[in-house]
Nanobody
Framework: QWQLVESGGGLVQPGESLKLSCAVS????????FAWFRQRPGEQREFVSC????????DVADSVKGRFTISRERNKNLLYLQMIKMNPEDTAVYHC????????????????WGQGTQVTVSS
């Protein structure tokens, strides 16, 4: 039984940091690529970052490059998204997702999704 459960969202001020977690069950982090997407109200889900099954390769959207870092903890089956220097444009619901084999950046390439965690950046 697979499950992806995000946590760590909340309200932060501009310039602050936040770290999201995604608890993975039913998948092996060694066999699947995992990604973070985000969705603002009224907009389509947007690619944020992806990490390969080996953990050695990552892909990051230009809009968050240099501010967001994806990582994972194999022995705990956890995926992370560290966010720094946040701004109001980062306000969205953040979802984790999986796909077999290598990374991709299109929502249609991903199978299982978590329910998401709300992140709000506001002063």
């Amino acid at each position: 039984q697979w499950q992806l459960v995000e946590s760590g969202g909340g309200l932060v001020q501009p310039g602050e940091s936040l770290k999201l977690s995604c608890a993975v069950s039913g998948f092996s982090l060694d066999d699947y690529a995992f990604a973070w997407f985000r969705q603002r109200p009224g907009e389509q889900r947007e690619f944020v970052s992806c990490i390969s099954p080996s953990g050695g390769n990552t892909d990051v959207a230009d809009s968050v490059k240099g501010r967001f870092t994806i990582s994972r903890e194999r022995n705990k089956n956890l995926l992370y998204l560290q966010m720094i220097k946040m701004n109001p444009e980062d306000t969205a619901v953040y979802h984790c997702a999986e796909r077999p084999d290598r990374c991709a950046n299109n929502i249609w390439d991903f199978g299982a999704w978590g329910q998401g965690t709300q992140v709000t950046v506001s002063s």
